[in-house]
């Protein structure tokens, strides 16, 4: 199996349209949610979400390619762009047949679903827009971005909920180790901020209905009563050791591992005794020969709902024994809100800053947890050696996935 390595990273989030601004906004705990104003929300009972702010695809694009894209696609295609500029990756001196997709987006757009609806009922079926599908469908982030870039490998679409960016970019890590592709740009993307998708995860009873920015997305803490809809796209470019020492491109981390696991027990809850995401880790841990007491962080999945974070409390205890309780765990989606099919992406991201910086960023707003809940929830931000951090996803349908990212060491490659 070939050495897979990070080179690039891109982003957009509620919390910053770079990386840059992203992981200083993390430092800051920065909370990236606010009023609801993409619609009248007078009606609804959620009143808060965490909007993707002063983002113009024009940056990116030109206006015939951005309108034949939904915003989930603009994202993704931003992100990718981002991606592939930091990894300075020459595409003209590469073989684009060797160079692969992997942008999974949960839900796709649910924005012209609801236009062509509305226009499928007051006008008739011949006013439906001929581009529905094409702009619906979720394989459409990867395919923008294989079209932008002119990339001919591997190009797929990995749907798995809230799991999604993350078995996106271990699925690319897996095409590479077996030879499949020797780059792959990688991640995930969403934009469901909509009265559907808003009305639909509310009648789940998932989100949550403060009012209080500060006090909405609380992961872990005893007051959590729900998360808060986010969105945005993470990207990474991911490349052989080997592809990456030809070219002397700048290593960021290594992928050391990737565990993919299914519950196999509720089509929304998790596995209450957190068995399947436990052997996720584990999984994970494994592939990078790494014991539970050499990993220092988990960048858990941590919505802020009352069964997601204790039963993943109850995963993280069963994967690492009493090393569970040398942890650092925190939740991004403090800060960023639920970016759904972008959150493992965005996650990923922040594991890659944290191995590269010896630094935990704090998770915002939580103040206290209770009864079994009892790891250290990253209160407050923390100084310590990162060698390795694990990235944990759950979604819907009981995907688990987790990605173990660790620092590169060259053992005598030649540079």
């Given amino acids: ?56 695809p024009k940056q ?15 994202y993704a295609v931003a992100a990718a762009i981002q991606a592939v500029e930091d990894a300075g990756l020459c595409l003209e001196e590469e073989d684009r047949n060797r160079i692969g997709v992997s942008v999974g987006c949960g839900i796709g757009s649910l924005q012209i679903l609801e236009q062509a609806h509305t226009k499928l009922t007051t006008k008739g079926p011949n006013r439906v827009p001929p581009l529905l599908v094409p702009l619906m469908i979720t394989n459409m982030a990867a395919g923008n971005v294989a079209i932008h870039f002119g990339l001919k490998g591997k190009c797929v679409n990995v749907v798995t909920a809230c799991a999604t960016g993350t078995h996106s970019i271990g699925e690319a890590f897996r095409a590479i180790q077996c030879g499949d592709a020797d780059v792959m740009v990688a991640g995930g993307t969403e934009a469901a901020i909509c009265p559907l998708g808003i009305s639909g995860f509310a009648a789940l009873t998932a ?12 992961p872990f803490d005893a007051e959590r009563s729900g998360f808060v809809m986010g969105e945005g796209a993470g990207v990474v470019v991911l490349e ?27 089509i929304t809850s998790p596995d209450e005794n957190g068995e ?55 939740s991004t989606k403090s800060m960023t809100g639920h970016m759904l099919g972008a959150a493992g992406a965005a996650e990923l991201i922040v594991c890659v800053k944290s191995v590269m910086e010896d630094y935990i960023h704090a998770t915002a707003g939580f103040e206290k947890s209770e009864g079994e809940m009892d790891l250290n929830y990253t209160k407050e931000p923390v100084h310590r050696s990162v060698n390795a951090a694990i990235s944990n996803s759950l979604g819907f349908g009981g995907h688990n996935g987790s990605l173990l990212i660790k620092k590169y060491e060259s053992s005598g490659e030649k540079q």
């Fill in 1 to 56: 199996m070939r050495r897979v390595v990070v080179t690039g990273m891109g982003i957009i989030s509620p919390i910053g349209n770079t990386v840059e601004q992203f992981w200083n906004s993390l430092k800051e705990q920065r909370v990236g949610i606010g009023e609801l104003t993409r619609f009248d929300t007078s009606s609804y009972k959620v009143k808060l979400a965490a909007q993707v702010n002063d983002f113009d």
């Fill in 60 to 74: 990116y694009m030109d206006f015939k390619e951005a309108k034949r894209m939904e915003l989930f696609s603009q």
């Fill in 207 to 218: 989100l949550s209905t403060s009012t209080d920015p500060k006090h909405a997305s609380i």
């Fill in 240 to 266: 052989s050791l080997e592809h990456a020492l030809a070219r002397g491109a700048r290593i960021l981390a290594e992928v050391g591992g990737y565990g993919a696991t299914c519950d196999a027990f509720h």
């Fill in 276 to 330: 399947g995401a436990a052997r996720a880790m584990t999984l994970a841990m494994e592939e990078a020969g790494l014991t539970p007491d050499e990993v220092p962080y988990v960048n858990a999945h941590g919505t802020g709902t009352h069964h997601n974070d204790l039963y993943e409390t109850r995963a993280i205890k069963k994967a690492f024994g009493e090393a569970a309780y040398r942890l650092n765990v925190n």
